[in-house]
């Protein structure tokens, strides 16, 4: 039995990163110090609004339960002049929502879905849409780096993204990338 093809019953935006931002706990470190920052983004457009239950519920007829996306983030250090060089990554991860048949009166629809996280945790289940969305495509990635990693004086870094994501009977595949904003360190 082969898929439907739905992709072209949804007029889609195209998937994008959005508020890129690099939180650090503070930005004045000793050159011994571990550096603790965070780096967090939100992946928004047609990945995003295909993330409904009335698309759960066609993709469940149509055998296709799941939807993933893979990403890659880093902090980077340099100049826009200068190569830019990594100096923390998490390395590939997947993030993925499973869809199941619901036998929960407080849900509101049948087909619902469940949050699988990339840190081998077990399954979420959001208890609204928007939390759905929220829990799948909200991220935020904590990073601890020795400062003596960045040396003495002001250093420039920057969080970089990349995600993709496979075909489904909703939606094509694709990908999209991201870099934040500049952030000025001072190691002393």
């Not at 036998?103 to 619902?112: Q, S």
């Not at 920057?158 to 934040?180: H, L, T």
């Amino acid at each position: 039995m082969t898929l439907l093809d739905r992709r072209g019953d949804f007029a889609r935006s195209k998937t994008i990163l959005a508020d890129i931002k690099l939180i650090p706990r503070r930005v004045s470190y000793s050159i011994d110090e571990p550096i603790a920052i965070a780096l967090g983004f939100r992946v928004i457009g047609g990945l995003r609004e295909a993330f409904i239950p009335d698309v759960w519920t066609g993709a469940w007829e149509d055998n296709d339960k799941m939807v993933r996306f893979k990403m890659k983030t880093s902090i980077v250090s340099g100049s826009a002049g200068i190569l830019k060089k990594e100096i923390a990554s998490t390395g590939v991860e997947v993030r993925k929502a499973k869809f199941y048949w619901s036998r929960d009166p407080d849900l509101p629809y049948r087909i619902w879905t469940a949050i699988v996280n990339e840190d081998g945790s077990g399954p979420q289940i959001p208890a609204s849409v928007d939390d759905a969305k929220a829990m799948m495509f909200d991220v935020v990635k904590q990073y601890v780096v020795p400062a003596a990693s960045l040396g003495r004086g002001q250093r420039k870094i920057a969080g970089k993204v990349d995600i993709s994501w496979g075909r489904r009977s909703f939606i094509e595949k694709g990908s999209a990338s991201g870099q934040s904003k500049e952030l000025v360190l001072r190691i002393e």
